[in-house]
Nanobody, 116 residues
Framework: QVLLAESGGGLVQPGGSLRLSCAAS????????MSWYRQAPGKERELVAS????????NYADSVKGRFTISRDDAKNTVYLQMNNLQPADTGIYYC?????????WGQGTQVTVSS
């Protein structure tokens, strides 16, 4: 069964940190590019960060550059998103995304709420 399972979301105060994890199963994780998207209430889903297969290249939305770091561990079939200095604007549902050519997979999402 193909599955992307996110974890690590929660409630955090402004300036705090969270690390999201996405565990993959049922497909060859290492050959897929992986990304994190988020969707804030009333807004469209947006790309937050991506990492190529092999991890040689990463890309970030301007709004998270310098604060978020995406990484992957192919031995554990897992992609991570380290989020530092979180702000209320970072609130939303964070989704894990896998892509190889025309094959696209989505996780069910994990809620991140930044509030005092």
């Amino acid at each position: 069964q193909v599955l992307l399972a996110e974890s690590g979301g929660g409630l955090v105060q402004p300036g705090g940190s969270l690390r999201l994890s996405c565990a993959a199963s049922g497909f060859t994780f290492s050959i897929y590019a992986m990304s994190w998207y988020r969707q804030a209430p009333g807004k469209e889903r947006e790309l937050v960060a991506s990492i190529t297969s092999g991890g040689g290249s990463t890309n970030y939305a301007d709004s998270v550059k310098g604060r978020f770091t995406i990484s992957r561990d192919d031995a554990k079939n897992t992609v991570y998103l380290q989020m530092n200095n979180l702000q209320p604007a970072d609130t939303g549902i964070y989704y894990c995304h896998a892509r190889r050519i025309v094959n696209v997979l989505w996780g069910q999402g994990t809620q991140v709420t930044v509030s005092s």
